[in-house]
């Protein structure tokens, strides 16, 4: 990569005198070499809405560690590009915004050089399946938009839920430095700092994580080599089981009116039946369907142990029968191990360890503001416990978490990171004591150091009486860019 062009500044020093400026354009060329930054960008174009996330890191240190951050996280105006199936430009349009704020932070002289993706999840898998070549033209659509920026875009795609899941795990891990501690003191490549990462999304939902290798199941597992270590994880999307999705479903299981056992009591919603046809999660046979544009109205009734009796029935867990190594539909999982981290879409309301166990979980929410706080806890719940089959003591292994430092915990950094090849196949050099901030403030202090002493045998110069000192030339221009 071309080192980015430096433009002249000014560094002034009084002595008495009208300010001397000193010509250091090699100093300045220095001083802008000693961090090159370079720069990534992914649109996570989800089921409910769309964020842009920009990342820099030292384009030096590439395959080293630690060295990717987030600089800016933008979420886009409205919902997610598959609500616009029936007007794909305005998909492209809704990019815009964050788009223009993305120029502001990625320095002119790079921003051809940035790698720009967009990946697209459940939403538009869910279109796809419902109209592909809407899909496609959605696809083009944002295409067409990112065309305009001076970036390097490498596509638009729709990503399958295993690597949505995947490339969650990987962010994770990369972001709380697990992969560089593997092998630490052991000759091996387990580890009990790998985390496993579990994503509850709008229209989708996800788990990955590190099964003991004695009950894996070779046909589910991905794998990776990082650092100079393998890894076969566990990973598996449940599409239409996000929880959108899954109160959509919950809503349709009701008749034209009806007692919704999870909305708060006294509160009521009316809904139409033709918002239900426009998934594919719904039953599309169930008859009411078919009755156009009528309404049907939920009365809330605030009936916790109803309202985990509705979710339950939304989940198939018959198909399991009395197996272990089953979620639901028939779908194996081995046992869950070690600690995990929970990415949940904004308007999630369960929040740390709040009701540990479904047997008690109120269905009264604090003002009408949060009417589904009773239906997305059971479903939260269920998924975790009848599901995955947490129990009482791998509770506490779960963490819920939306970022994790100041980086979001979605699967875009993870996402870039393989597409740029950010993460080597092999061991990093040096490993240990590696910290980027550390080593630029040593370096800083030194440059500066040097930049002062020579300052300061100038002045010296200067302010030292003599018929043989030939001052400088006026208007001589001085840079120091640090």
């Known amino acids: 990569m071309q080192a980015e062009e430096i433009q002249p500044g000014h560094l002034e020093i009084g002595c008495g005198k009208p300010p001397l400026k000193l010509a250091s354009h090699a100093l300045s060329l ?115 938009t990112m065309q305009e920026y001076p970036v390097a875009f490498k596509g638009a795609q729709i990503l399958t839920g295993e690597e949505e899941g995947a ?58 080599t990082l650092y100079g270590y393998n890894y076969n994880i566990y990973t598996h999307s449940y599409l239409c089981y996000g929880q959108n999705e899954m109160l959509k479903r919950l809503e349709s299981s009701s008749s034209t009116r009806v007692d919704h056992p999870c909305y708060p009591k006294d509160y009521n919603e009316t809904i139409s039946l033709s918002s239900f046809r426009t998934s594919p999660c719904t039953n599309q046979s169930d008859p009411r369907l078919i009755l156009g544009d009528r309404n049907v109205t939920l009365e809330g009734r605030g009936n916790a142990s109803g309202c985990l009796a509705a979710i339950k029935k939304l989940f198939n867990f018959s198909a399991c029968g009395q197996r272990q190594d089953c979620t639901f ?28 166990r479904v047997q008690w979980c109120p269905c009264v929410s604090p003002g009408t503001r949060l009417p589904k706080y009773c239906a997305n806890a059971n479903y939260i719940l269920t998924l975790l416990l009848d599901a995955y089959k947490f129990n009482e003591t791998s509770w506490n292994n779960i963490f819920f978490r939306m970022k994790v430092g100041s980086a979001d915990v979605g699967w875009t950094l993870g996402y870039m990171l393989n597409l740029t090849n950010m993460i080597p196949a092999e061991p990093p050099t040096r490993v240990k004591g590696h910290v980027p901030s550390l080593w630029a403030a040593a370096i800083t202090f030194i440059i500066l150091t040097l930049a002062l002493g020579f300052a300061a045998l100038l002045l010296l110069l200067w302010c030292l009486p003599g018929d043989n000192i030939v001052p400088p030339a006026e208007g001589l221009d001085t840079v120091v860019s640090v």
């Open 30 to 144: 220095l001083c802008s070499a000693m961090v090159q930054l370079a720069y990534g960008m992914v649109f996570d174009a989800g089921s409910s809405h769309t964020s842009l996330f920009v990342y820099e890191w030292d384009s030096d240190k590439e395959n080293d560690t630690g060295v990717v951050s987030q600089n800016l996280s933008c979420d886009v105006q409205g919902q997610g590009i598959s609500s616009y199936a029936n007007d794909p430009a305005k998909a492209g349009d809704s990019l815009r915004e964050c788009l223009n704020k993305a120029m502001k932070v990625v320095p002119a002289g790079k921003q051809r050089d940035v790698p720009a993706y967009l990946g697209a999840t459940a939403g538009m898998r869910l279109l796809r399946e419902q109209n592909s070549s809407a899909a496609d033209q959605v696809l083009a659509e944002v295409t067409k």
């Open 167 to 224: 490339y969650g795990w990987i962010t994770i891990n990369y972001l709380l430095d697990s992969f560089t501690k593997v092998g630490e003191g052991e000759g091996s490549g387990a580890s009990p700092n790998i985390f496993g990462a579990l994503d509850l999304g709008g229209a989708s939902t996800q788990i990955s994580f590190m099964p003991e290798s004695s009950v894996m199941n070779w046909n589910e597992t991905s794998k990776f």
């Open 329 to 356: 539909d028939g779908v194996y999982q081995p046992p869950v191990r070690g600690q995990f981290i929970v990415r949940q879409i904004p308007s999630s309301h369960l929040r740390g360890r709040a009701c540990p």
